[in-house]
């Protein structure tokens, strides 16, 4: 059975805002490219209230915080790089 990792992004006014609209739009492609969308239960999320640290995702139950297009690709590739 194929691996099923979670991933949830936060998708409050406050992470959205400041970078999680775009966050989204990378991870979406990312996974499309890498046809990973059947294997990434991949769903937004109201604010998970670490706003002040935001923008933020959790994948797999580890939060990462200050989510932003610097970081984004080395976080998805570190976490779903593996994942086939
Ligand atoms: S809006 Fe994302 S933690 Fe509050």
């Known amino acids: 059975m194929d691996t099923q990792l979670e991933m949830i992004i936060c998708l409050g ?3 959205f805002s400041r970078g999680n ?12 490219k890498n046809r990973l969308e059947h294997k990434i239960d991949f769903r937004g999320h109201l604010c998970s209230e670490h706003c002040n640290r935001g923008p ?7 939060w990462y915080e200050q989510v932003d297009e610097s970081n984004i ?8 790089g593996g994942v086939k």
């Open 13 to 15: 006014s406050s992470c």
């Open 21 to 32: 609209n775009k966050n989204l739009k990378i991870i979406q492609d990312y996974l499309k």
């Open 73 to 80: 690709m080395t976080i998805l590739e570190e976490t779903l």
């Open 56 to 62: 933020v995702m959790r994948i797999n139950g580890k």
